[in-house]
């Protein structure tokens, strides 16, 4: 079935089997009343062609098979009618086609809105955003060959009359640990690959780059090429995108000038003397000093020791400390993972800037964020991924199965409760402040307490949280890290590395450094004012995210929201290969089920009385301009109308409720005919007038070819009619004729001719001249 709310049995198998079949024949499209499921086809579809958006244009859900176009449409309209802004909330595994979900939404609304140059501008950016923010934000994962190692909430902006005239992105949560280490079978992030296959001869000399497998930041797995995919092509699209968002060709160049400055960083490698740091070979500080703009040996000094400020006895000291290898490691790749990052925030901002607008009217949302992922370990990227995600499916489940519960008990609608698992406790767990504390908070206390080295903070984060939380019904531990029960599944977390990544501390000599570059491009990368900075306690990678996490949550309340659930169908990335289990598990954890059971007992459709009235005015003269009176009462008056059976709906204390869309495309429908009705009173007027306007006009041009070319009656061209030629007024004589009330259309003097004689006839007393 297209919707399965028309199921004939709800459960796992029926759903996962429904699936299946239309996965097997192509369909990869489902709904579940208003949502739509996307199962990832591993191939290209003829479904998203010209043809398809003329078809979904302006059409009624139920028209035609479900399809992407179909929601965008529906959201673009709901934007324009009720003016109110709109977003798609795309969740799903890493490699379940969020991202290609993503770029259907925003091609299908740049295709189907208004025109013009400034808005073909902003369209151009629109879609010319993804290939570059791909370049640098995603990367070949065992699970995605171009997974999202980001987050993003893309804000499409319109004018009233619904043009897209300006946009906005917010990023999340780079995966900035990519850039220095990955794991077994993945690959780094794209540009680095497009960038070495890319380059021009002089590009190569300039930057002095070379093959990947040597550099340290791209030979860790031994993965360098995509399946289908061509660097070399993919890098001229990127350069292609920097200057449609408006980067100049000098910026362009500091931007790879960066890139590459990163991966050479990434080769500098120390030895131990004396149990002191040593740079290697002081040939590899060269080049990544010269691409940097920074002296060599203030490189070279910077990552193998470290100021810091002693405080004795009322004064603060400034020491030198030598490092060891492991912490000059650390100092290099934080470096290069700040510069990456800071790079990555610089782009989304030129991005910003080519298509802001001074104040925003309506928009649509698009929100693509990674998926959640189980990794055979999971280290502190994940656990903040899946946080997000939790964050996600908490909206999912606030606003269609809580919610919607809950309104019917408040409108007094009669109503059997549906049983869900509401993941709240679960996001609770990790980010709750007080009473016990969540993770987040346990892990910031601990960062703010170790030692500046980090030795044992991991297993005293560990103890900490077997000692205030251990006793969590959805947390449990093992002698490395974690599990957390998330709506997912169980993640065991290993929390090894999880106190240095989550204070994410970038020291300030290494700032100083970069502030000391002779090219403007990074000196405005690192803005900061160390001294003001200095102050106060620093924020923590886990602050950030859950920060950032509930300002989005705040963003899509505001938004009328729609959801797309994407389905990873297997592990292989081949079309037509179908995983019975893997997508059984994902039916059951993102509630399909009770979705489909709360839709199916519950109300397709719900307003609120004043504007549904506003909606159906139209239908009848009562109601038309407007309903004086009752609003209830003028809500039944419509419904009964257009004769809908009294099962179809229910009146609340302030708003209707429609069972079946099908009632709904009633209501629709017969609105639609009275529109037509009336425009075609309005046409037959107009097309009328313009005849009119027409015949004068034929009139005027045929008196004017024959202006001055008449031998009789020279002057009756062009002249207006008066009507009166007498001025029967003046000749009371004639006036007594006629009577003194009556009007006189027409008087004139005339000749009278005898039929008979051919002439004139005399009267009495006038000579015949």
Not at 362 to 370: A, E, F, K, M, S
Not at 385 to 406: P, R, Y
Not at 646 to 669: H, M, N, R
Request: net charge neutral.
């Amino acid at each position: 079935v297209d919707d399965m709310v028309l199921l004939s049995k709800i459960n796992e198998d029926a759903i996962t089997d429904n699936l299946k079949k239309r996965y097997m024949d192509d369909y990869i499209f489902t709904y579940i009343g208003p949502v739509l499921i996307s199962v990832n086809p591993f191939k290209q579809l003829p479904y998203f062609t010209e043809r398809e958006v003329e078809l979904y244009q302006g059409a009624a859900q139920y028209e035609n098979p479900p399809h992407i176009y179909a929601l965008a449409d529906n959201m673009y309209r709901n934007m324009m009618i009720d003016s109110e802004n709109q977003c798609v909330i795309i969740s799903g595994e890493s490699g379940a086609g969020k991202t290609v979900a993503a770029k259907y939404i925003m091609s299908y609304v740049s295709k189907v809105s208004g025109g013009g140059d400034k808005v073909q501008h902003v369209k151009d950016i629109i879609l010319q955003s993804n290939p570059l923010l791909e370049a640098f934000g995603n990367a070949k994962t065992v699970r995605n060959n171009n997974s999202s190692r980001f987050g993003k909430y893309f804000e499409i902006q319109f004018s009233r009359g619904g043009a897209p005239d300006g946009g906005k992105i917010s990023n999340f949560l780079l995966e900035k640990s990519r850039v220095v280490s990955q794991n077994q079978g993945e690959r780094n992030f794209h540009i680095y690959y497009q960038l070495l296959g890319g380059a021009t001869a002089e590009q190569r000399e300039n930057l002095g780059v070379t093959t990947p497998d040597y550099y340290n930041y791209l030979n860790q797995t031994g993965t360098y090429t995509v399946e289908d995919v061509n660097d070399k092509k993919e890098f001229s699209d990127t350069m292609e995108a920097m200057s449609v968002v408006g980067l100049s060709l000098e910026d362009q160049d500091s931007v790879l000038q960066l890139v590459a400055g990163i991966l050479h960083l990434g080769n500098i490698s120390f030895r131990e003397e004396n149990n002191y740091a040593v740079v290697e070979s002081q040939d590899f500080l060269a080049f990544p000093a010269y691409l940097l703009g920074i002296s060599q040996d203030g490189l070279c000094s910077k990552l193998t020791s470290r100021i810091m400020d002693s405080k004795w006895g009322g004064k603060t000291e400034s020491i030198s400390v030598t490092l060891n290898t492991e912490q000059a490691c650390f100092s290099r790749d934080a470096l290069s993972k700040a510069l990456y990052a800071r790079l990555f925030d610089f782009l989304v901002d030129c991005i910003n800037k080519a298509m802001q607008k001074e104040q925003e009217e309506l928009n649509i949302g698009v929100l693509d964020i990674y998926g959640f992922e189980i990794f055979q370990q999971n280290g502190f990227e994940q656990f903040c991924i899946n946080f997000v995600n939790e964050k996600l499916q908490q909206i999912f489940i606030e606003l269609t199965l809580k919610a919607e519960q809950e309104e019917y008990v408040q409108e007094g609608i009669k109503w059997t409760p549906i049983e869900y698992f509401n993941n709240k406790v679960v996001c609770d767990l990790i980010e709750s402040k007080l009473n016990p504390p969540g993770i987040m908070s346990i892990l910031d206390d601990v960062c703010a307490t170790m030692h500046a080295k980090g030795e044992g903070a991991d297993q005293t984060l560990l103890q900490k949280l077997q000692g205030q939380i251990g006793s969590h019904e959805h947390f449990s531990s093992w002698n490395k890290g974690f599990i957390v029960h998330h709506y997912a599944g169980k993640v065991s977390y290993d929390v090894s590395g999880f106190c240095e990544r989550n204070r994410d501390v970038l020291f300030n000599d290494i700032i100083e450094l970069m502030q000391s570059s002779e090219f403007p491009f990074i000196r405005a990368l690192f803005p900061e004012n160390l001294e003001a900075e200095k102050r106060g306690r620093p924020t923590t990678a886990s602050s950030k995210i859950k920060k950032q996490a509930n300002s989005l949550v705040q963003t899509l309340m505001k938004c009328t929201p729609h959801y797309i659930r994407c389905i990873k169908p297997n592990e292989t990335k081949r079309p037509r290969d179908w995983e019975e289990n893997r997508v059984r598990h994902q039916v059951e954890y993102l509630g399909l089920r009770e979705n489909i059971r709360v839709r199916r007992a519950g109300y397709a459709y719900r307003r609120v009385f004043n504007k549904f009235l506003q909606r159906y005015a139209i239908l009848t003269k009562e109601s038309w301009p407007q309903w004086r009176g009752d609003e209830r009462q003028g809500v039944l008056h419509l419904l009964n109308s257009v004769n809908m059976d009294q099962d179809q709906f229910q009146l609340g204390k302030t708003k209707v409720f429609i069972k079946a869309p099908e009632s709904l495309f009633l209501l629709e429908e017969m609105r639609e005919r009275k529109y037509n009705g009336y425009a075609r009173v309005i046409q037959k007027a107009w097309r009328k007038h313009i005849a009119v306007r027409k015949y004068v006009k034929m009139r005027e041009e045929a008196s004017d070819v024959v202006l001055n070319k008449k031998e009789r009656r020279r002057n009756s061209i062009n002249r207006n009619f008066v009507g009166d030629y007498i001025g029967t007024d003046n000749h009371p004589e004639i006036r007594q004729f006629v009577g003194r009330r009556e009007r006189i259309d027409f008087a004139d003097v005339v000749v009278k001719y005898d039929r008979r004689f051919r002439k004139p006839t005399l009267k009495p007393g006038f000579k015949n001249e």
